[in-house]
Structure formats: structure tokens, C-alpha cells
């Protein structure tokens, strides 16, 4: 039983993108575990990792097991006024994730966050003046895309026509709860933000992502807490639905009912529904087949069905273009618009679900 | 490439509930070719079909051949007239459906009629009165859970609580288009009543069934016609959201976008999420795997996951019950207020979806 809450995938196939020392990141605010994956892709992908931060020494002491080359670093400040760096990479409680963010960019740095960026659309304004003020980036590692090579093969294989014209999506993010193992404000609905805002985060961004929309009307959004008592804060549950600018339609779940015996975390799909075809990713794993595999991609167009199984295959495109884009003051990842709209939907969505309750 | 049109499964598991002669049917209106796999599964159950009537030569001879122990009447009247029929069965043309219940209620009969049950809200007014007045049966088959083994299947598995409470239903329903071969009725939304009123109603059933609400508002409905301007008519896309009155919800999608590469005519999903564990069903393909194979149920619970291919274990138990509720009088099969609501909700979510456009 594989908990996820130190869920790292690592693509195998990652091209460094630049010679080391020529892109340096410090990294602070350990406080989800998402922050490992971030760190070492950024690392397979050129990236040197000087300096860590987190006043929490079990924490940081877990961090330079796992990056030797890094070092301590005895402040925020301290990173913030290293002239090497150029990037901070953290996984704050979410809800400090804009504060955080904000400062960085005022101290000249690009900043990377874990998903999701922001829990409220107040500090999403703040952060787009933010980087309108400063000219930096604010990045988040929507990584259920990012780090899974079927979403990314997907996303390749939409745009090339494949499956003809993008109508609609669903997105499932069940995820193992391991309510135990969790800090304590994973269950402050005000610090982790709630169930769509949280790991709905994610499906907003593979909305825009799969259908090319560049925004959308939240048609439904609903969240629940159906079997929790212990921890009324926690939603459970949450769902919604969206229209995009271009027609395209979501539909989106999102839960912490992942049952003890599935052999993985999460059993995430994602349906993309095109006018000639469609995809369906079964991203962690194939329930009910052996051997456990990540990364399929199922797809049947006008000339049959196939499965690909593209571990190994695709790697995770994003880091390496993340770095140039930071080196370049491009935007070839990921653009900020698209950033920042993914982490609004979710709001907006979370704002309805919450009024509705 | 099979088209679904005459898409007739019929149970290899199906003991007769009554003598040959005990139980006599009528058939009539052989607008969909859906009338040829009710008709088969009622006489595997034990039911005797006496009559046959429809206006059209060529496909009264259709039925005859797949039917040769049945007449041919010579009018609607003859099959209503018959004392040994107790049961009119009849796919007509979607808005006829109600009147031609009504019909055959009014002259002593039970009426068992291809889904979608109503086009409006108001025949399904009268058909309450209808059924009120006479003492009859106006039943429906929802065949995208009676006449699949896996979906059958799952309601034991979900009536023995081994997932816990059902907390959500997903339900996808594509359908291939076929348009050339399609009736002009089939593209008229007066007759044919919109998407979410015709394949819709299935998932409404299935709602009903799983989740065992007995009621649910529909907080959102779209239908749309993405990719036919030849048929500016036909809705080719909807979508709708349930919340049932015991909390549970649902989210359903149907499309006419099967892709000519399916080797089936849909690839009809169904996933039910509990507290402890969900049921995934594939129920007329499991893409990109061979061989191709109906009624495959996953079931992911604390204890771990399984793949069960049902076909020739389960049979389609409905029939043998709906004929010995006929026969006594009960409500074993289906209550008639179940197979009522099922037809209501999806036309208050086609109403729905229709003011929204």
C-alpha cells in the first residue's frame, strides 16, 4: 500500500538542458512531500540544487539524505540573497504558498510551487501584480500533467489531431487518504483550501491544457464530507463541471476514497473526448492487471483501439523547458496565463461548492 | 464494425419462470431494433409471443423469421382484442411510446416498451394517471443494466455492501452514429425527444438503482451539437449532474462519437465509488485488450483488486421477474414508481439543458 504522500516519479528519459552551475535553485518550505519529485526533476533536467531552507531540522535533515550536493542553508533570507540562484523552489501549507511566492519574486527569484498555488483569488490577484510589478515567474508543478508521461504523451498526441477536435474531458483524481500520516493542516479547510481548490488544482490545469480553452464558466461545483466525521474540515468529496471559452466541456472528481487494497495511491484517469477519437489515461496504475504499470494510454480513433504503455518513453518535458524558459524569459512550458487560470478555475469552482453548502 | 442498432444480447443464463402458454405476449411498433432483444429475452424466461403487428411489411417479415412461432395480426386491435396476451411489447417511434401504453393499459394490458419510456413530462403525467386508473404495468427496458450481465452484476455487488455506501455513479454512454442508416425520426428532437431524454434515461435507472436514491435534483444539464450540421437536430453530445435525496450523486455523459475503430458499438462505462471500495464496469468492450469481451466488472476494496468477466454467469434476471410480477402482480423486477422516476429525471434534465441553449 503506497501511501503518495511522498509520491516522486522520476521520467528516466530527461535530457539535462544546460551544464551545472549554469541553473541554480534553492529550495524552502518542505512541508509537502511533493516538494522531492519537484527537486529531483528539475535536477535530472540540469538544474543544481545549492541551498535548502525549512526551520523543521527532521525535515531538512530528509532533504540532504536525498540531495547530498545541497546545503543548509540557516535562513530564508539566506537563499533569497544568493546571487547563484535564480529559482526557489517550495511546498509550503498551501495557503502560505502566495506569501511565499510574492517574496521571492520581489527578491528578483523565480519561484516554483507545488499545486496548488493559491487558496484564495485574493492572492492570485496578488501574485499576478506580483509578477506584472517584477517581471518573475510564478510557476506551480501541476504534476498529476507534469509528471506522469501518459498525460504528457496525451497531450502530444491531442495536439497532432489524432483524435480530431477536443470536446470534452472528465478528469478522476481519487487519492488515498492515509489520514493518520497527514499534518495537521491538511485538515484546515483555510490552510489546505478545500477539495477542488486543492487536488482539483490539477484537473483545471489539464482542462486548459487538452482543449485548448483559455477559460470557462464553472457550470456545478459541489463538495462533501461523506464519511469523515473525525475531521469536519476535510472535504472528501468535491466534483464540478465546466464549459470552456471554446465549448468544450469538464467534468471532474476528486476524492480521498482510494480503497486500502489498490496497489497504488490513486487510481487517476483522465477521458479525452475528441470528434474522431479518444484517449483514456490510466495514469498510476491499470486496475485488476498485472504487472502494476504506470503511464497507459488507451486510444481508439476511426482506425482501431490501442494501448501504449509509455513508461520510459516520454519523459517529463516540462522541467527542462521550465529551466530554459527561466534562463531565457521564455515561455515554452507553460505560459503564466495559463498558470494563473488553471489556479483560478479551481477557485472559482471551490467559491460555488462553498456557497452551495 | 457493428452498429448497435439491432444490438440484441440475450442471456445464455435464462431459466424459463413459467410453462410454455402461460404467459403471452404481443408485440407491436418495430420502429427501434431494440424490440428484437426484448422479445428474445422474454421468451427465454418462459414467455410466449402470439402476435405481432406493424404496419410495415418488411419489417413485420424481419420478425417473423427471428420469431417464426409467432402470427402476424392484422391490426393493433387484434393484439388488444387477444385475451391470452397480457403483455403488449412495443419500440415505437420515442413520442408515440406514452400514447401507445396508454393505449394498451386502457384495454386490459401490461405495456413493456424500449427506453425511453416518454419524450414529455406531460405524457409521463398521463401515464401516471394511466397506470393509477387501470391497475396496469407500464414498464421499461432500461436494457443498458437489464440487458448486461456485468451491470446486473454490480447491483448484487453493491446490494451485499462489499463498496460500502455508494457515494457517486459516473456513467458514459457513446453510441455510434451510423447516420445512413438511421430513420428520419431518429433525427427529429420532437420524436426522438434529445439526447438526455433518450440514452440518458438509462443512466437515470442506473442512478436510481446504485445509488438507491429514490429522488434527485439535477443541478446541472448541456446538450449540444458539436460535429452534425447535417442533422441540426440531433443533439450529438450531453451531459448531466444528479444529486440524489439520499446525498449521492451522479454524473452522466452520452454522445453519438463512437469512433468507427470501437469493435463494439460503445464503450459504456460505469463507475460506482463507495466508502470502502468502487465497481468499474466495461460493459461492452474493454479497449485495446483482446479478446473483445462484454460485461467485465473491476472491483477495487480494502482487501484488492479483481477483474470479473460475468458473460454466460449471471444472466439477465429481470425478464424472469418482470414476468412473474406480471403474472402476480408484484413489484419484484421493478417498481413502477422506479421505472416513473428514472423517465422523470431525465426529462426534467433534457428540460433542463433545453432552456439552457
Same mark, same amino acid.
Given at each position: 500500500?503506497?501511501?503518495?504522500?511522498?509520491?516522486?516519479?522520476?521520467?528516466?528519459?530527461?535530457? !539535462?538542458?544546460?551544464?551545472?552551475?549554469?541553473?541554480?535553485?534553492?529550495?524552502?518550505?518542505?512541508?509537502?512531500?511533493? %516538494?522531492?519529485?519537484?527537486?529531483?526533476?528539475?535536477?535530472?533536467?540540469?538544474?543544481?540544487?545549492?541551498?535548502?531552507?525549512? /526551520?523543521?531540522?527532521?525535515?531538512?535533515?530528509?532533504?540532504?539524505?536525498?540531495? /547530498?550536493?545541497?546545503?543548509? !542553508?540557516?535562513?530564508?533570507?539566506? %537563499?533569497?540573497?544568493?546571487?547563484?540562484?535564480?529559482?526557489?523552489?517550495?511546498? !509550503?501549507? /498551501?495557503?502560505? =504558498?502566495?506569501?511565499?511566492?510574492?517574496?521571492?519574486?520581489?527578491?528578483? +527569484?523565480?519561484? $516554483?510551487?507545488?499545486?496548488?498555488?493559491?487558496?484564495?483569488?485574493?492572492?492570485?490577484?496578488?501574485? =499576478?501584480?506580483?509578477?506584472?510589478?517584477?517581471?518573475?515567474?510564478?510557476?506551480?508543478?501541476?504534476?498529476?500533467?507534469?509528471?506522469?508521461?501518459?498525460?504528457?504523451?496525451?497531450?502530444?498526441?491531442?495536439?497532432?489531431?489524432?483524435?480530431?477536435?477536443? %470536446? *470534452?474531458?472528465?478528469?478522476?483524481?481519487?487519492?488515498?487518504?492515509?489520514?493518520?500520516?497527514? /499534518?495537521?493542516?491538511?485538515?484546515? +479547510?483555510?490552510?489546505?483550501?478545500?477539495?477542488?481548490?486543492? %487536488?482539483?488544482?490539477?484537473?483545471?490545469?489539464?482542462?486548459?491544457?487538452?482543449?485548448?480553452?483559455?477559460?470557462?464558466?464553472?457550470?456545478?461545483?459541489?463538495?462533501?464530507?461523506?464519511?469523515?466525521?473525525?475531521?469536519?474540515? @476535510?472535504?472528501? $468529496?468535491?466534483?464540478?463541471?465546466?464549459?470552456?471559452?471554446?465549448?468544450?466541456?469538464?467534468? $471532474?472528481?476528486?476524492?480521498? $476514497?482510494?480503497?486500502?487494497?489498490?496497489?497504488?495511491?490513486?487510481?487517476?484517469?483522465?477521458?479525452? @473526448?475528441?470528434? !474522431?477519437?479518444?484517449?483514456?489515461? =490510466?495514469?498510476?496504475?491499470?486496475?485488476?492487471?498485472?504487472?502494476?504499470?504506470?503511464?497507459? @494510454?488507451?486510444?481508439?480513433?476511426?482506425?482501431?483501439?490501442?494501448? @501504449?504503455?509509455?513508461?520510459?518513453?516520454?519523459? &517529463?518535458? &516540462?522541467?527542462? +523547458?521550465?529551466?530554459?524558459?527561466?534562463?531565457? =524569459?521564455?515561455?515554452?512550458?507553460?505560459? *503564466?496565463?495559463?498558470?494563473?487560470?488553471?489556479?483560478?478555475?479551481?477557485?472559482?469552482? *471551490?467559491?460555488?461548492?462553498?456557497?452551495?453548502?
Amino acid at each position: 500500500m503506497s501511501d503518495g504522500m511522498n509520491y516522486a516519479p522520476v521520467a528516466t528519459q530527461q535530457a !539535462a538542458v544546460c551544464q551545472p552551475g549554469e541553473f541554480v535553485f534553492g529550495v524552502t518550505a518542505l512541508d509537502h512531500g511533493h %516538494i522531492y519529485g519537484m527537486t529531483q526533476n528539475l535536477k535530472r533536467a540540469g538544474a543544481t540544487c545549492k541551498l535548502v531552507y525549512d /526551520p523543521d531540522p527532521k525535515k531538512l535533515a530528509y532533504f540532504l539524505k536525498q540531495n /547530498p550536493e545541497a546545503r543548509a !542553508a540557516s535562513s530564508l533570507d539566506e %537563499i533569497l540573497d544568493d546571487t547563484d540562484i535564480s529559482l526557489v523552489a517550495a511546498a !509550503a501549507i /498551501p495557503n502560505l =504558498r502566495a506569501g511565499l511566492g510574492i517574496e521571492c519574486m520581489h527578491r528578483g +527569484k523565480d519561484y $516554483f510551487t507545488d499545486k496548488t498555488p493559491f487558496t484564495s483569488l485574493s492572492q492570485l490577484d496578488e501574485a =499576478r501584480e506580483a509578477v506584472a510589478a517584477t517581471g518573475r515567474k510564478y510557476a506551480c508543478c501541476y504534476s498529476e500533467r507534469l509528471q506522469n508521461e501518459a498525460a504528457e504523451h496525451a497531450a502530444a498526441l491531442v495536439a497532432s489531431g489524432v483524435i480530431g477536435q477536443v %470536446i *470534452q474531458l472528465i478528469g478522476l483524481g481519487p487519492h488515498r487518504l492515509s489520514a493518520g500520516s497527514r /499534518p495537521d493542516w491538511f485538515f484546515r +479547510k483555510q490552510e489546505y483550501g478545500g477539495i477542488i481548490c486543492d %487536488i482539483g488544482s490539477h484537473q483545471m490545469e489539464q482542462f486548459l491544457t487538452y482543449t485548448g480553452a483559455t477559460d470557462a464558466d464553472v457550470s456545478m461545483a459541489r463538495v462533501h464530507n461523506y464519511a469523515h466525521p473525525a475531521h469536519p474540515e @476535510l472535504e472528501d $468529496f468535491g466534483e464540478c463541471s465546466l464549459v470552456g471559452n471554446n465549448g468544450a466541456s469538464g467534468y $471532474f472528481r476528486m476524492d480521498w $476514497f482510494t480503497p486500502d487494497g489498490l496497489r497504488n495511491w490513486g487510481d487517476g484517469r483522465t477521458v479525452i @473526448l475528441g470528434t !474522431a477519437g479518444y484517449i483514456e489515461l =490510466r495514469k498510476y496504475v491499470d486496475i485488476g492487471r498485472e504487472p502494476m504499470s504506470e503511464n497507459n @494510454l488507451y486510444i481508439v480513433t476511426n482506425d482501431g483501439e490501442e494501448h @501504449l504503455n509509455v513508461t520510459g518513453k516520454v519523459g &517529463f518535458p &516540462f522541467f527542462g +523547458k521550465f529551466i530554459l524558459d527561466c534562463l531565457e =524569459r521564455t515561455e515554452h512550458a507553460m505560459t *503564466q496565463a495559463h498558470t494563473f487560470k488553471a489556479a483560478e478555475l479551481c477557485l472559482r469552482a *471551490q467559491v460555488l461548492a462553498d456557497e452551495r453548502n
